[in-house]
């Protein structure tokens, strides 16, 4: 696994944490019993055939997404479209199967504007492949309201496809966040949404990243990016500002109409902490960890695995009841989550098998 590791860090800047690690271990093994070959001779495979890399690459990265996910950062971006200032060119970077740039298009078009534009890019071919065509199941556009499901999407088959108007004014590309050349030669963006992509990326990777989407950004710019991510202070030329109930990132000077965006201390990292509370329960201290714990579920009281570690923690601590609490609010954090979503701070299990940990936990105390 080392050595897959290792070329998937370097042609696509995929880092080795814990929880890419854990899923790619899974994902080679499914890929080497679909190709019928032995780990030596798929690990040979994917060294030399493109193709097969593309799969493994398709298979280890997460496209799920949903349309207009986080609605607190669209309502944000309706704010920024008030402004007159340049025409909205706008960069889904990491799209996945193609929510969240339709959602920018739905957007953009009843922002009443006429020069916008979406570039939608991804790793994944797969993903791609869905954006491109646009159709989507019925569960998939669950979350839409009525009127933008009536006024955006024509019925296809048993799902709905995207309205021509706003596919045409879509560009979807292939495009790998680790290549050092622009998506598109010249192009500048007023926003980029770069939403839980960056998880994938260590940190020189991660730096080397944003300073090439901060290029690629008008000054003014905005830079979004996913509830668990965020930039050191002042790194490459961003400030971070709070636009209506949203945290986002402004790149250079701030422009001179719009929304007055708030300077702000970039807000605590649910996914730091539970980085933190693991540390300090590996090195013995039960007390530090269940601090760190609860901060997570401070932040983000739907957060299962915050919870289930605290729950380990109360438990390691001698503290029954309160373990048995948060295994419970666990439990219902859970129940409150997508079930076909990949859990921010699982290291690649399952929600079903996080269940299962709980029930064990729960049935123990």
């Known amino acids: 696994m080392a050595a897959a590791g290792a070329l998937l860090k370097d042609r696509a800047g995929l880092n080795s944490e814990p929880m890419v690690r854990a899923r790619l271990a899974r994902c080679l093994d499914d890929e080497a019993t679909r190709l019928g070959l032995s780990p030596e001779a798929y690990l040979v495979r ?5 193709g097969a890399f593309q799969a493994l690459l398709d298979h280890v990265t997460v496209q799920h997404s949903s349309f207009f996910r986080d609605p607190r950062q669209f309502a944000a971006l309706s704010l920024l479209l008030e402004s007159p200032a340049g025409p909205p060119h ?3 970077a990491g799209c996945g199967n193609g929510q969240e740039a339709y959602s920018l298009a739905i957007l953009l078009a009843e922002s009443g504007r006429e020069d916008w534009q979406v570039l939608a890019t991804d790793v994944s071919t797969s993903a791609l492949a869905r954006a491109r065509a646009g159709r989507y199941t019925r569960s998939e556009v669950a979350g839409l309201s009525d009127e933008r499901l009536r006024k955006n999407f024509n019925r296809s088959g048993h799902g709905w496809e995207v309205a021509a108007r706003l596919r045409e004014r ?9 290549s050092l050349r622009p998506p598109l030669a010249g192009a500048r963006f007023s926003i980029i ?4 992509v960056l998880i994938y990326f260590d940190p020189p990777a991660m730096d080397a990243c944003i300073g090439r989407l901060g290029d690629c950004l008008v000054p003014g710019g905005h830079l979004f990016l996913g509830f668990s991510e965020s930039l050191a202070r002042g790194s490459s030329g961003f400030e971070l500002t709070r636009i209506g109930d949203a945290f986002v990132y402004r790149k250079g000077p ?12 970039p807000p605590a990292n649910p996914l730091r902490l539970l980085a933190e509370g693991e540390r ?3 090195a013995g201290n039960a007390a530090a960890a269940v601090r760190a714990f609860r901060k997570v579920t401070y932040l983000d009281p739907d957060h299962p695995v915050g919870y289930f570690q605290l729950g380990t923690a109360l438990e390691h601590a001698g503290d029954r009841r309160e373990a048995r609490r948060a ?13 076909k979503a990949t859990l921010p701070g699982l290291e690649g299990y399952t929600a079903a098998e996080l269940e299962k940990a709980i029930a064990a936990k729960l049935g123990a105390l």
């Open 254 to 265: 701030a422009p001179a109409k719009g929304p007055s965006p708030e300077r702000l201390r």
């Open 90 to 92: 706008v960069w889904s």
């Open 170 to 178: 879509v560009t979807v590309a292939h495009y790998n966040l680790s």
């Open 193 to 196: 949404f770069c939403r839980n």
């Open 280 to 282: 300090a329960f590996s």
């Open 46 to 50: 994917i060294e030399t055939d493109a």
């Open 327 to 339: 295994f419970a609010a666990a439990r219902a954090a859970l129940a409150r989550s997508d079930p």
